[in-house]
C-alpha cells in the first residue's frame, strides 16, 4: 500500500490530470494506492478571493465565483464522457450551491470568520476528489472516494486547526481496513473538529493529510507529487541555478519547510519522521526525474550546505530601555504578551545583557504585536522605562540549511562576508548551537540577490 | 569641582602612592578635588580568599590575614613619620581587629554570607582612604576624609547592591557643601542599606562611587586614574597591538564595560551619561598619555569598530522538542524560571520556528540556572515533549562593537569569514537590529587565536 | 441641564410613551434636557433571539423579525398624525430593511459572531429615538435627534465593549456645546470602536450612556426613570415586601447592581460617582414617588443594612489535591488560564491552606472555565497530583450589602442563623475585611426563601 | 513492629523518662519498636534562644547555653549509674562543644543562617536519644540507636526542609531490615539534604520522622506520645471544657492541625494517610487513657462537629481598587508576587465581583507580603488604579472542622449568631465547597471569649 499526494499543479488542467492518471495507473499494478488530492490550481485562492470581496461588500464576488464555477463544470465535460457526467454534475452542483449561499451570507453581514472561510476554501478540494475519481472510474480502475471529515479530527482554531493525533491515528486504522478498492481517492487540506464543524490543516494541509495516513498505516513511503522535481536548493523563483536536492535527512528538510520551501508543507515531516518512512517528492511532469529523498541517513555528499531558504514579509521588533534590567519579568511578559496575542516568533535575538531585545515576526502580525506589546508595557512605556517601540518592515530572512553546520569552520564567515561583499546590509543575525540553519534578516529587495550570491558561493563553486 | 577615582594598582605601593600625590597637588591648585580610592592593589582579592580560607576550616586564612595586616602596617610606616603614625595606625588596628573576629566567626560556623562578606571586603577601601588621607595631610594638603556610609545607599542585595538612586542624589548635595577642605579623601565601593547594614558595590564599584558623587554634583567631568592609558580596542592581556582608544561614545563605552573591559565598571556610566559629564580614562603611571574621552559625540575617525569585547566564561544552554510549539507560553516559561533564579541572560538566540532555543549565560550560574529550567518544565521533560537540556560550558563570547554598525554592509562578512579562515569554530551568533555590538560565542580555548585575529583584521590593516 | 434616562417599560406602548412626554415636558420649562432612550421594551431580547434562531438556520426568525417591524410600524402609527408618519416610516424603513439583510446572512452562513449582533441588537434603541423625537416634535417640543455613535467610543470588544473613557469624555463636552435644542433624545447602548465599527455597551447600557454624558457635561443630577419606584431592598420578584430605598450611597449602589438589582447598570456609577454627581431611580408610572438618591453622604437610617442582592444562575468550581502546594504557582496559573479564558470571577474562597479552592462564575462560563482551567493543569491532573475538578451548578449568591458591615458586630451571625433555621444550605461563604457585602453559595431552588428569610429579618423586624 | 514517638515533656525530666521506659518495657515484650524522640522539653526552644542572643553580639548566650549543658549532665547523672556515664558523657561533650564552637561564630558575625541554626537546634533530639538509649541499655532492654541521617533525605530549604519522598523511602527499608535489636531509638526532626548538610522537618518534625518510617515499614500501627489524652476539641489553654475527641478522620484531623492543634505536626497525617495506618494519640502520663484514633472511617458520633481550631497571629491584607478589573492579570499578579516572596495564603476571600480582595497570612510575613505587592503592582499604585494596600494585624483566624459539614444545615448560622450575640465582630469569612471548615477572622483580643463561645454552644449543650 502507498500514499501518493497530488498538488494542485498536477491537477491544474484535464491534460495534467491525465498525466496523473498514467502516474496513478502504472503504480495501482502492484499496490492498493491512496491518493490524496488537493484543489485545482489555484482554486483555493479564488475561493478565498471570492470570500474577502464578499467580505468587503464587493459584488464582484459573484463573477469570480461563476468563473470558478465553470471551470469546474468544464473540467467535467473534457474529462468525462456524457453518462459519467451526469452523476457527477449532481453531486458538484451541490457543493457549489452551498458555497454560493455561504457567499451570500458573508456578502449580506460583511463579515468573514475564519470557520465559515474553512467552509468555502475546504470545498475546493472536496470538488477535485469528486471528479478525478469519477475519471479513475471511467478508465477503468477501480477507485472509490473515501471521506477524510470520517477520521482526520482537529481541536477548532478555525483556519490551520491542530490535528489530535492519538484520535486521528486510532479513526484511521480501521477506516482503511474497510476499503478494499484498489485506488482510493481523499481530498486533502480537510479536517473536522469534535463538534463536526468543518476545519482545514493550513495551506499545504494536503501534504498533511498524506502524511497522517502514511504515518498511521505504517506505509512504506510517502510519495509528494508536485510541479517541480524535488526539494530545490533554493527557490528557482529566484535562483536559476537552483537544483534538486536528491537526499535530504528529516531535520533539514523540516528547516527548509519551515523557512519557505512550499513543496511540503513543515507538519507533514513530523508524522512520517516519528515512523521512519521515506518521503519523496516527485514532479508529475517529469516522473522519471529522480526528485528527493528524504528519509534518515542521507548518504553524504560535497555540498557543504542542504539548501538556502528565504522568508519574505519580514518586520523586526526591537524593545530597548536602559533600565530594562528594571522591569520585573520583562522577557517573560514580552514573551507572555506575544504568545497570547497568537503571534509566532520566527527569530529571536538579544546580544548585550538585558539592554535591548530583537524579535522577528511575520508582517502580518506587526499589528497584532505592536498592540500586544504596547499594553503589556503600557506604563513603562509612560514612565520611559522602555524606549518607543522601533518596528522595521520589509525585511526578510535568508538562512543557510544544514544538519552538518556544527562541524564545519568557516560557514558563516563564507555567509557574511558573501553577503558584505556583494553590499548586503545584515539586519539582524540568529544561530544557536544545536540549530540546523544560520538566519540573517535582509532588506526584502535584497532578496533575490542575497539568494544568488549565496548558491554561487556554497554551490556552484563546489561543482566546478 | 572635580571627581578622580584612583584604582589598586594606583595604590599598590608607596612609591606608586607618591605618584598619585603628585598628580592629585597639581590639579588641587585650581580645584577642590574629591579623591576617591580604591584598595591597595590585591587587598579585596585577599580579603575575599581569607573569607574563603575561613569558611571551608581551613586554618591558613591566618597566615593570609597576617600578610595582609602587616602590608598595611607596612604602608603605614613607609608614608609617614613617627607622629603622623601613631595616630593613624590606632585606627588601622581598629578596623583590622574587626576583620579578624569576623573571620573568626566565620571559621568557627563554617559558612559566609554575602552579608559577611561585603563587611570583610569593604574594609580594603577603607584602609587604603585612612592611609592616603594621612599621608596627603603630611604633605601639607588640606585633605579630609569623608564616610561614603553617609550618602551612598542601596537595598539590601549583598554582594551587589543597587543603589538608590534618588535618595543618594538628595544626600550627597547638602554632604559636599559642609566640605570646604582642598581634597576630599572617600573610600570607594562601601555603601550602606536602609537598615545600617554595610554593602558593597560590585567589584569595580569605587568607579560607581566616583561617578555617583560626580553626577549628584554636576562635576564638569569625572577622571578615572588606572594602570593603563585609556579604553584599549581589546585586551591587552590577548592582543599585544591592542591600542588606547581616543575617544568614544557612552553607549559603545558600556557595551565595551559589559562585554568584558575592566578599565570601567559597567553601571558607572549610566549617571555621567545621563547629565552629560564626560569621563576621562587616565594612566597614573603616565599621567601625560592622552587616554580615553567618553563623551556624547566623539570626532569620527577612520577605524569602522571602536573595539573588540570579550566575556570569558560563558556556558550555553539549548532547549529543544519538536512540540516545543505545543507547550503553552514556553518562552514566558523560561524566562520567568531564569528570572526567578536570578540568572542573568547574556545572549539569546532562537534561529528556527520555536523548535530550539539558545541561551548563553555565565558560566557560574550554569547549576542554578540548570535546576530552574528542569523544574519549571519537569513535567514536560518527563513526557519527553522537550528533549533533555544540552549544555555546553567552556565557551566565551567576542564580539565587534560600535554604535554605526547599521551603517557598514560587510562588518559580519568580514568579522566571520577571519574567524573561520583562522578555525575558530562559531557555536551561536547574535546581532540585533539595533544593538551595537555582533556577538560570536566561540570554543574558551581560540579566544586569544579570535581576538588577534579579529583585530589584526578591523585595526591594524586599517593603519597601514 | 439636565439628563434623563427612560428605560424599555418607560417606552413598552404607545401610552407609556405619552407619560414619558408629560415628565419631560415639564421639566424642560426650566433645564435643557438630554433624554436617553432604551429600545422599546422587550426588543433587545427580540432581536436577539431573531438573531439566534437565524445563526441555527430556523427559518422562523423571519416570522419573529416581522413582528417586532410591525410593532414599530404601528407605534409610528398611533403616536403621530399622517404628515410626520411618512418621513419618519423611511427612515424607520431604512433601520428595518438593513436588519433583515443581516439576518438573512446570518441564516446562510448559520453563524452570529458579537459583531454582527451588536450591528443587529442596537438598532432597537436606534429606532425608538427616532419615533421618540419625532413625537416631542409633534408635541411642540424644540426637540433635536443626536448621535452618540460620533462622542460614545469604546474598544473593539463587541458584546460588551469598554468605553474609552479619556476619549470620550474629550468629544461630548464640543458636541454638546453646539446642540441648541430645548430636548436632545440621544440613544442609549449604542457606541462605535476606533475602527468606526457598532458596539454596544452590554445589557442596561443605556444607563452607562446617560451617566457618560452627565459626568462629561458636570450635570447637576442624573435621572434614570424605570418602572420601580427606587431601587429595592430586594428583588420584588421574590420578595413581596421589598420596598424602595430612600438614600444610599454609591458603594452600596454598586454592590446592590453588581449582586442583581437590575435598576441599573453597574458601571453606570462610576463616572458620576468620581463627580460627586447624585442619581435619582425614579419611576415613569409614579413620577410623584420619592423614589431612591444615590448620592456621597446619604442621611443615616434605622436599617442595619441597605440591601440583599442576589446573583441567579452561578456555578462553583473547587479545586483541590493533597500536593497542590508543590504545583509551582497554583494560584497564579489558576487566575492566569481564568483571565484568559476571559472568565469573570465572582467570589473567591479559600479557607485551608492551599489544599483546596473555591470559586464561584456565571453559570454561562462553565465551559470555557473548565477547559481553560484542565489545559492549564493537564499534566498536574494526569499525574494525579490535583484531584479531578469538582463543579456543582445551579447554584445562587445571596448578599447583604450595607457600607457599614464593619461596625456591626452579629450581622453574620444573624445572617446564617436565620437562613439556617430556615433549611437553607451554604455551599460557601465570602466576607473580606473591607467588602460591603457578606454573600454565600446556596441552591438555586433556595433563593426565593432564602431572599424572604432574610428580608423580614433585616428588615421587617426593624419596621415593627 | 511498631512505631512509638514521644515527645519533649514526656522526655522533661528524668522521672518522666521512667515513665516511658514502663510503657516502651510492656510493649516490648511482643513486637520490635521504633522509638523515635524529641530533644527534652523546652530544650529547642532554648537552643534558639541561644542562637538568637548571639546572633544579636548578646552574650548571655553563654549563660544560657550552660544552663542547657547543666541540664543534659545532670539527666545523664539521675539516670545513669558511675558506670554507664562515663562512655555517654564523653558523646555528650562532643556534641556540646560543637554547639558551643558554632555559637561563639555565630556571636563573632552577629548572623545566624537558617543552615547554621538547623545545625544547632538539631542536637536537642541527638542529645536526648543518646541519653534515652543509654538508660534502656541500663534497664535491660535490648535497644541501639539508629541514625535518620542515614534515610532521612530533604531538600535544601533549612529550617524547613521538604522529604524527598521517594528516595526516603527508598533508604528506610534495607536500613531496618538490618536492626535487629528489641528496640531502636532514634532522634526525631533531624534529616540531611543530598549534599551532606544538617535540615531539620519544622517544628514538631519528631511526628514526621516516626510516620515517615511507620509508612516506609508498613507498621500496623504509629503512636503518638504527649502530654495530653488525645486531640482536643479545642485548645485547652484558652477553652476547660474541651475534651480529647475519641475518634476523628485523616482530614479532619489534617485540618485541625493545620489550624493550630499542636498535638500533631500536620504533615505527619499525610504517608500514613496513603498507607491507611492508623495514628494513636497517647498521654504518656496517663496511659491508659484512651486518646485519640485517627483513622479512615471513624464510628459516628453526636458531635456536628470534630473540633474548633484557631490560629493566632494572623494579619489581613486588603487590595482595592475601582479599576482592578482594568488590570491585566490582576490576580494572577497577586498570586505570583506572594508565591515568589515565599508568603504562604493561609485565607483568600473576594465577595464582590474583582473590586477587592481579601488575603490573611501570617503575622511573620507581613513586611515580605507588603515589599512583594508594593513592588509587583508599583505602577498601579502610582497612577491611583488602586487604592493603598490595606493592612490589619493582630488577627485570628477561628473554624469550626467536620468532614460533615456538606449534610448539615444550620452550622454557619449557629457559628456566627454565637459569635454575634457574643460581641465577636467578624472581620472576614471564608467557606468553600468541599471545605472541611468554616473560618472566620477575628481580633486575637476575642480570642478566648470565641473559642469558649463556639465550644460551649457545639460540644456542651450536646452533652446536656
Not at 126 to 133: D, G, M, P, Q
Not at 421 to 432: E, V
Request: aromatic share 8%; charged share 20%; proline share 3%.
Amino acid at each position: 500500500m502507498k500514499v501518493l499526494k497530488f498538488g494542485g499543479t498536477s491537477l491544474g488542467s484535464p491534460e495534467n490530470i491525465k498525466k496523473v492518471i498514467a502516474i496513478v495507473a502504472k503504480k495501482s499494478q502492484n499496490d492498493q494506492l491512496i491518493i490524496v488530492v488537493s484543489a485545482f490550481s489555484g482554486v483555493t485562492n479564488q475561493l478565498q478571493e471570492c470570500s474577502r470581496l464578499a467580505e468587503k461588500g464587493d459584488e464582484n464576488y459573484k463573477a469570480q465565483l461563476d468563473e470558478l464555477i465553470n471551470r469546474h463544470l468544464e473540467a467535467v465535460q473534457d474529462l468525462l464522457g456524457a453518462k459519467a457526467q451526469s452523476g457527477l454534475m449532481a453531486k458538484v452542483r451541490l457543493v457549489l450551491n452551498e458555497i454560493e449561499d455561504i457567499l451570500k451570507g458573508v456578502f449580506l453581514i460583511q463579515e468573514l470568520s475564519n470557520k465559515t472561510l474553512d467552509k468555502v476554501i475546504g470545498s475546493g478540494e472536496v470538488l477535485s476528489a469528486f471528479i478525478v475519481n469519477e475519471f479513475f472510474l471511467q478508465e477503468g480502475m477501480k477507485s472509490n472516494l473515501i471521506n477524510p471529515l470520517e477520521f482526520i479530527l482537529t481541536d477548532s482554531e478555525f483556519g490551520k486547526a491542530n490535528v489530535d493525533m492519538a484520535l486521528t491515528e486510532e479513526k484511521i486504522k480501521p477506516y482503511f481496513q474497510n476499503q478494499k478498492a484498489d485506488v482510493l481517492v481523499c481530498p486533502g487540506f480537510v479536517s473536522k473538529d469534535l463538534y463536526g464543524n468543518s476545519t482545514t490543516l493550513g495551506r499545504g494541509g494536503s501534504d498533511y493529510t498524506a502524511a497522517l495516513i502514511a504515518a498511521a498505516l505504517d506505509a512504506p513511503e510517502l510519495e509528494i507529487w508536485t510541479d517541480v522535481s524535488g526539494m530545490m536548493t533554493a527557490n528557482p523563483k529566484y535562483v536559476k541555478q537552483a537544483f534538486a536536492i536528491p537526499q535530504i535527512d528529516y531535520e533539514e528538510a523540516m528547516e527548509l519547510t519551515h523557512f519557505g520551501a512550499k513543496v511540503l508543507y513543515p507538519p507533514s515531516v513530523h508524522p512520517v519522521y516519528k515512523k521512519g518512512i521515506p518521503i519523496y517528492i516527485k514532479n508529475t511532469f517529469e516522473p522519471d526525474a529522480e526528485g528527493t529523498k528524504i528519509h534518515e541517513f542521507p548518504e553524504p555528499d560535497s555540498q557543504s550546505i542542504k539548501g538556502i531558504s528565504c522568508i519574505e514579509n519580514i518586520a523586526l521588533f526591537n524593545l530597548s530601555g536602559s533600565s530594562m534590567v528594571g522591569i520585573p519579568y520583562f522577557s517573560h511578559r514580552l514573551f507572555e504578551a506575544l504568545a497570547q496575542a497568537k503571534v509566532s516568533v520566527i527569530l529571536i535575538t538579544q546580544a548585550s545583557s538585558e539592554h535591548s531585545i530583537c524579535v522577528a515576526i511575520d508582517l502580518e502580525d506587526v499589528e497584532k504585536a505592536k498592540f500586544a506589546i504596547e499594553k503589556a508595557f503600557s506604563l513603562e512605556f509612560k514612565e520611559e522605562m522602555l524606549n518607543p517601540l522601533y518596528v522595521e518592515t520589509d525585511l526578510a530572512i535568508v538562512a543557510l540549511v544544514s544538519s552538518q553546520m556544527k562541524n564545519q569552520i568557516g560557514l558563516s564567515g563564507k555567509m557574511f562576508s558573501v553577503l558584505g561583499q556583494n553590499g548586503i546590509n545584515i539586519k539582524a543575525i540568529a544561530q544557536g548551537s544545536s540549530e540546523k540553519n544560520i538566519s540573517a534578516v535582509i532588506d526584502k529587495k535584497q532578496v533575490k540577490k542575497a539568494l544568488n550570491t549565496l548558491h554561487e558561493s556554497f554551490f556552484l563553486s563546489d561543482l566546478k
